[in-house]
């Protein structure tokens, strides 16, 4: 259902296989979504390395904090699958398939995890965002504005499986679907509070599957496990919107 007072804008989404999956744009209606900062070690990175925080969006698992810094996606290479716009990496302890389409203007991720029944992981779609200060973040029912530089960094999940940001005249509507397994939305809000040497601005709004940052961290119900299937599927959806004229 189209918001009230707002049209659809079509998306179009590029991704960078080579370099972790990631998507470098997610952009519509004038505007890119994403933010990106020049990183030069992100395209040199090898399994086991720091995080190398180029923006864009990052398949982050099976952790996002902990070991392997990030998880084990970000740093490898994918392969081409059968469908368009269709990537899989193999990873020591699972296999991680994802095919993106756009559906009436809308991004559709398809992931797909298989690995041995029992399988504990955290997935994060780590999708660091160009915000205003002025945007504001919904995940019912918290409204959280995410305001002008002031020197802080800090992260938090949050419950549940859909976001909601208005910056201005636009909207980004982020949807995860996914059965019998637990959902969150993570806020990493860094205004200007990390890194410490040479602080930065990035957003970072992550629908995942778990409910903590570290894997290591992670009690019953936590986490996300695969079944005796040995695969858990889910689905991304990310729609834009506009005030109309």
């Known amino acids: ?23 470098t744009s997610l952009s519509g209606g004038g505007r890119e979504w994403l933010w990106h900062r020049d990183e030069p070690r992100r395209t040199q990175v090898v399994p086991g390395d720091a995080f190398a925080d180029a923006g864009g969006l990052e398949e982050c698992v099976p952790t996002v904090r902990g070991i392997p810094d990030h998880g084990d996606a970000w740093s490898r290479a994918w392969t081409a ?3 368009m716009l269709e990537y899989r990496v193999a990873c020591p302890e ?7 389409d756009v559906v009436s203007g809308s991004v559709v991720a398809d992931y797909r995890l298989v690995a041995e029944p029992g399988y504990r992981f955290l997935w994060a779609g780590h999708a660091l965002l160009d915000l205003s200060p002025n945007s504001v973040l919904h995940v019912e029912p918290r409204v959280i504005p995410l305001g002008p530089d002031d020197g802080t960094a800090v992260g938090d999940v949050i419950a549940g499986d859909t976001a909601v940001l208005d910056d201005g005249p636009d909207r980004l509507h ?4 996914v059965s019998d397994q637990p959902t969150s939305i993570a806020l990493w809000r860094n205004l200007g509070g990390w890194p410490e040497a040479d602080p930065y601005r990035s957003i970072g709004v992550e629908p995942m599957l778990g409910r903590v940052f570290d894997l290591a961290d992670a009690e019953e119900g936590d986490c996300a496990v695969t079944p005796a299937s040995g695969e858990v599927r889910w689905q991304l959806t990310i729609a834009a919107y506009r005030q109309k004229d």
């Open 1 to 23: 259902m189209i918001p009230v007072g707002l049209a659809p804008v079509s998306l179009a989404v590029r991704i960078d296989p080579e370099h972790g999956g990631r998507w």
């Open 81 to 83: 699958g059968k469908a």
């Open 94 to 100: 699972f296999e991680l398939t994802r095919r993106v």
């Open 174 to 177: 982020l949807s995860l679907q």
